[in-house]
C-alpha cells in the first residue's frame, strides 16, 4: 500500500548547533584586530584582558593584564586625558576618550576608549569594564580630509586657484570662496549657472559648454567671469571627466584658475614690494608710454572701464583684485616698474 506525502518518515536533522554565546560573538569580533576588551575587579584585584586587545596592545598574551601598563602604552602627550587609576577606583570615574597608542615595536595607533564603572548598592565603585577601538584608519582619513580642504582653501585665497568635484555639468554647487570671488549666493547659480559669467558672453557658453560635455573628454574653455568688486577677469576653466569603469563619466572634476596667472603671477610674486609701490600716476604713465586710452587698458586687462579710472585714482587702494590684472595687462605690453634709490617707482618701456 502506498503511503501519502504527508505520512512519508522524516529523516532525522541531527542535533541542533548551540546558540552562540557572547564569548563567541566577542571572539568573532576582535578577530579583526581593531578591538579588545578588559576588566579590573576592585574587590579582589583581578584585572583580566582579552586575547584581542592583547593583539591590539602589541603585547603577549603572558603578559601580566595592568590598568597602568595601559596608561604606560598611550602617548605622553594625550596620558592626561585618560583617568588614573585612583579616578576610577576611589571616585568611579571612567570617560570616553580618542588617544594615541604606542606599541612596543614603535607603531601607533589611535584608539577610542569607553568603559563603565559597576557601583555596590551603597554606591561604592566595585569594578570597571572598558573596550577599545582602533580607529587609526578613520582618524588618518579625517586628516587626509582636513588637509586636502586646508589646501583648496589656501590656493583659492592666495592664487585664485578653485577646484571642485560635481556628478554631472554645468557646475552649480561652488564653494564658499569661489562664491565670495563672484560675489553671488549658492541659490543664485543654482538657478542660473551662467551667473558667474558676464552676460554678453552667456549664449556662447550656453551653447559650447554641453557640446563639449557631451564628448566626454577632457576640455578647457575660458569664460569671462564677473567679479564681486564689479570687476571682470578671463578664468580657465579645466574641465575633466572621472570613470569607474563606466563608459559615461561618473563625475567631472573643474579646476578654475586667473587666465592671466598662467604667465604673470611667477614673475608678479618676484616683485611684491614693486607692485606695492605702484601707484595710480604710474598706471597713468604706463599707459602714455604704450599711447593706450582707458578704453584700450581696459581691453588688455579684462576690466571694466570704470574699474580702471578708480586704480588710477588711487579710489580702489593697493589690496584691490584688480591691480595685478592691470600690472600683468601693462607687463605683456613691455612696461617695467622699477624700484629706484629713496623706494620711488621707474617706469620704463625698453625698446
Known amino acids: 500500500m502506498s503511503t501519502?506525502?504527508?505520512s512519508s518518515p522524516v529523516s532525522n536533522p541531527g542535533p541542533r548547533p548551540a546558540d552562540p554565546s557572547s564569548d563567541d560573538f566577542m571572539r568573532l569580533i576582535e578577530a579583526f584586530g581593531l578591538t579588545g576588551a578588559w576588566r579590573w575587579d576592585?574587590?579582589?584585584?583581578r584585572q583580566v584582558w582579552s586575547s584581542g586587545l592583547y593583539r591590539l596592545l602589541g603585547l603577549p598574551e603572558s603578559e601580566s593584564a595592568s590598568y597602568e601598563r595601559l596608561l604606560g602604552l598611550v602617548h605622553p602627550a594625550d596620558r592626561d586625558v585618560l583617568e588614573d587609576a585612583a579616578q576610577i577606583v576611589q571616585a568611579g570615574i571612567f570617560g570616553s576618550h580618542t588617544v594615541r597608542l604606542i606599541r612596543p615595536d614603535g607603531t601607533a595607533r589611535t584608539v577610542v576608549s569607553r568603559g563603565e564603572v559597576f557601583f555596590s548598592a551603597e554606591g561604592r565603585p566595585v569594578a570597571v569594564t572598558g573596550v577599545l577601538l582602533d580607529v587609526t584608519d578613520r582618524e588618518r582619513l579625517a586628516e587626509m580630509h582636513r588637509l586636502e580642504q586646508q589646501r583648496r582653501v589656501s590656493l583659492a585665497r592666495q592664487?585664485?586657484?578653485f577646484i571642485y568635484t560635481e556628478p554631472a555639468l554645468p557646475l552649480t554647487e561652488y564653494g564658499p570662496d569661489f562664491l565670495g570671488l563672484v560675489g553671488l549666493r549658492r541659490e543664485e547659480v543654482r538657478a542660473n549657472w551662467l551667473s558667474p559669467i558676464v552676460p554678453e558672453e552667456w549664449p556662447r557658453w550656453r551653447e559650447e559648454l554641453p557640446r563639449l560635455a557631451a564628448l566626454g573628454r577632457p576640455f578647457s574653455i575660458t569664460p569671462t567671469l564677473r567679479l564681486a568688486d564689479g570687476a571682470a577677469a578671463p578664468f580657465?576653466?579645466?574641465l575633466v571627466p572621472l570613470r569607474e569603469g563606466a563608459a559615461d563619466p561618473s563625475c567631472w572634476t573643474a579646476v578654475i584658475t586667473p587666465l592671466e596667472g598662467e604667465e604673470t603671477l611667477p614673475r608678479a610674486q618676484a616683485r611684491p614690494e614693486v607692485d606695492q609701490a605702484v601707484e595710480g600716476c604710474h598706471l597713468r604713465a604706463a599707459r602714455g608710454l604704450l599711447d593706450w586710452t582707458l578704453n584700450d587698458l581696459?581691453?588688455?586687462s579684462g576690466l571694466s572701464l570704470?574699474?580702471?579710472?578708480?586704480?588710477e585714482e588711487e579710489s580702489e587702494g593697493p589690496a584691490s583684485r584688480s591691480r595685478p590684472h592691470v600690472l600683468a595687462a601693462l607687463r605683456e605690453a613691455g612696461i617695467v616698474f622699477t624700484l629706484v634709490d629713496g623706494g620711488a617707482v621707474a617706469v620704463a618701456r625698453p625698446e
Not at 576592585?42 to 584585584?45: E, W
Open 4 to 6: 501519502s506525502p504527508m
Open 42 to 45: 576592585f574587590v579582589t584585584g
Open 159 to 161: 592664487a585664485q586657484v
Open 236 to 238: 580657465r576653466m579645466t
Open 298 to 300: 581696459a581691453r588688455a
Open 306 to 311: 570704470s574699474t580702471v579710472r578708480r586704480l
